[in-house]
């Protein structure tokens, strides 16, 4: 099959796990023996610009006209049969897909919830927020300037959720979409989009890793991502300070606007046994969640498959998980992880003093991790949800051709 897989990259300066999934799909296809090709632009190109790159990115998030001709010209070289968008924001635009159905089938794999939310993450001052998809407005994002807090960058995507919710860019141009969870489906299908043509594609791990035995790991729990409100990290630490000096080591791995603030709030009771790696390679994490008893995801957003749980998976860690959007499904409680109150530092501490010591638990769950991962997340089960999928869609476009 010829796919084109069209991809506006996250910055550099931010690491993306949206960005690895891509990469990853991309390899499973290619090895899979198709024949894809990728139309990509990077967020890059206007972050070093300053103002003048905030107001090119702003006037392009709506309509770009430019990117549809691009697209136009790229499909009529490459012919393919599917045309697999993942983000168009902000370069890219959703124009594209009143382009791509003259020439293939288009898929649309939903990471996050930007086709209806300015933020994209249903949050709002550190409390989930899904006002403009109940009301299936964009004025309470205009009201809040739920965009970087600022409703100057708030307005063009609002524009563009409200333009492309008129004219049916979502109901009429797309022929299938995915959603990488069951929660995530459900929650778009209540905002608009078309149930039958909404499918579930979780995120998968791509190779295969050996699983440290549990006696030779280290005696440390660990947190990996963006160093940001919606990953919960304050909650984590202030956790780990109500329960003082009998605490495990913590090894906290990622970069973000938050990490002076959170490392202050860490040494706030004196010298404690959190410890701030920053971001490091990917051979790093892998060996930092290999060693590691526990992986902890304290997320206070709705997340829609987080990668590290993937890597903890593969790696036979079990993962203690908030219980916020799809993480429950993912997580089951007891028998590949735990699961927690999100934006409660009183249940992290509770948790964390009622299940340390208790190590042929925590062997028991590591052993639920990997298995989790062999029954559900592996390249070739994933490959083959993908390509029913991409079945699906070139049904549906020979139903709207003919």
């Not at 501490?349 to 062999?374: C, V």
Request: hydrophobic share 45%.
């Amino acid at each position: 099959m010829r796919i084109v897989v069209v991809h506006n990259y996250y910055g550099s300066s931010a690491p993306s796990g949206e960005n690895v999934a891509v990469e990853t799909e991309i390899g499973m296809l290619r090895r899979a023996g198709h024949d894809v090709h990728t139309f990509i632009r990077r967020s890059d190109e206007i972050r070093s610009q300053g103002w003048r790159g905030l107001v090119r990115g702003g006037l392009a998030v709506t309509w770009n006209p430019f990117e549809a001709v691009r697209i136009r010209r790229f499909l009529r070289k490459t012919k393919p049969d599917v045309v697999h968008v993942h983000n168009t924001f902000p370069l890219i635009s959703p124009s594209i897909f009143w382009i791509i159905r003259e020439f293939a089938a288009s898929v649309l794999t939903l990471h996050n919830y930007r086709l209806f939310c300015a933020s994209a993450l249903l949050l709002r001052d550190g409390v989930v927020c899904t006002k403009c998809l109940d009301e299936s407005s964009v004025l309470p994002a205009l009201k809040f300037g739920c965009y970087r807090s600022s409703r100057f960058a708030t307005f063009p995507i609002a524009q563009s959720i409200a333009l492309h919710r008129a004219i049916g860019t979502w109901t009429s141009r797309v022929d299938a979409f995915i959603a990488v969870s069951e929660f995530q489906r459900t929650t778009l299908i209540n905002a608009g989009l078309p149930a039958a043509r909404l499918h579930v594609k979780p995120n998968f791990f791509g190779g295969s890793r050996q699983v440290l035995p549990w006696q030779e790991r280290n005696d440390v729990a660990v947190f990996v991502g963006r160093l940001t409100q919606e990953k919960g990290v304050e909650h984590l630490i202030r956790g780990w300070l109500q329960i003082g000096a009998n605490a495990p080591r913590l090894r906290i791995i990622g970069e973000g606007p938050l990490r002076a603030s959170l490392e202050q709030l860490a040494k706030s009771r004196g010298p404690t046994n959190i410890e701030f790696l920053g971001g490091v390679s990917s051979d790093v994490v892998i060996r930092e969640v290999s060693v590691a008893k526990l992986m902890i995801v304290p997320s206070i957003w709705y997340e829609g498959f987080p990668i590290v749980l993937l890597e903890a998976f593969a790696a036979g860690t079990p993962c203690a998980v908030s219980n916020m959007g799809s993480l429950p499904t993912i997580v089951q409680d007891g028998v590949n992880g735990l699961i927690f109150e999100a934006n409660d530092p009183t249940a992290i501490a509770q948790l964390m003093e009622r299940i340390w010591r208790n190590q042929p638990l925590l062997a028991r769950l590591s052993t639920g991790a990997r298995a989790s991962l062999d029954a559900n997340y592996t390249e070739e089960i994933n490959h083959r949800r993908l390509m029913d999928i991409y079945g699906t869609a070139l049904s549906q476009r020979g139903l709207r051709t003919a």
